[in-house]
T-cell receptor
Framework: DAKTTQPPSMDCAEGRAANLPCNHS???????VYWYRQIHSQGPQYIIH???NNETNEMASLIITEDRKSSTLILPHATLRDTAVYYC???????????FGQGTELSVKP | GAGVSQSPSNKVTEKGKDVELRCDPI?????LYWYRQRLGQGLEFLIY????????KSGLPSDRFSAERTGESVSTLTIQRTQQEDSAVYLC??????????????FGNGTRLTVT
């Protein structure tokens, strides 16, 4: 299973873009990159996923490098409600479980 | 539509008692997952169902833990002879498992189990 590496914590000013990095240097060709976040006392919330092309939805953008060894989740205008633990996960095959690491604790400050 | 529903939201039990935790997945979702999250820790995978079968039980920590799923819908996680180290939030997730293999998982808000 491909492993991911994320910084343990990051700060971001409210209204600014939050750029959360993730390294997944051992990712294989058919593995997707998923991002989830977990706000205190809630279940993880799905944000976005991608294979090799950049993806954008109403929550965030996902930028995957050409060699697919790393990716960045971008929250374009962070708010205080975006304070959460963000998990970058590589999916393990068909119907595979998601293996959660320790994630990045993002603190959005006024 | 309705999301993943888990019940009860909180459960306090005495050491040695059995508990049952329930998960109602999103309607039509064929894949169902159970995870455990101890206080201040990450999520630990427990078991995965495809339909009513469990092809991956690799995360169940001991034979005190079991799970079943019926009607490709509701799932029950049972913990027998509970121990204090079983105290955690137990999270359930489901996914559509359509023709593509990249369906995201959708999580419930969990059952907080406290063993006294």
């Amino acid at each position: 299973d491909a492993k991911t590496t994320q910084p343990p914590s990051m700060d971001c000013a409210e209204g600014r873009a939050a750029n959360l990095p993730c390294n997944h240097s051992t990712i294989s060709g058919n593995e997707y990159v998923y991002w989830y976040r977990q706000i205190h006392s809630q279940g993880p919330q799905y944000i976005i996923h991608g294979l090799k092309n950049n993806e954008t939805n109403e929550m965030a953008s996902l930028i995957i490098t050409e060699d697919r060894k790393s990716s960045t989740l971008i929250l374009p205008h962070a708010t205080l409600r975006d304070t959460a633990v963000y998990y970058c996960i590589v999916r393990v095959g068909w119907g595979g479980k998601l293996i959660f690491g320790q994630g990045t604790e993002l603190s959005v400050k006024p | 539509g309705a999301g993943v529903s888990q019940s009860p939201s909180n459960k306090v039990t005495e050491k040695g008692k059995d508990v049952e935790l329930r998960c109602d997945p999103i309607s039509g979702h064929t894949a169902l997952y159970w995870y455990r999250q101890r206080l201040g820790q990450g999520l630990e995978f427990l078991i995965y169902f495809q339909g009513n079968s469990a092809p991956d039980k690799s995360g169940l920590p001991s034979d005190r833990f079991s799970a079943e799923r019926t009607g490709e819908s509701v799932s029950t996680l049972t913990i027998q002879r509970t121990q204090q180290e079983d105290s955690a939030v137990y999270l359930c997730a489901s996914s559509p498992m359509g023709r593509t293999d990249n369906s995201p998982l959708h999580f419930g808000n969990g059952t907080r189990l406290t063993v006294t």
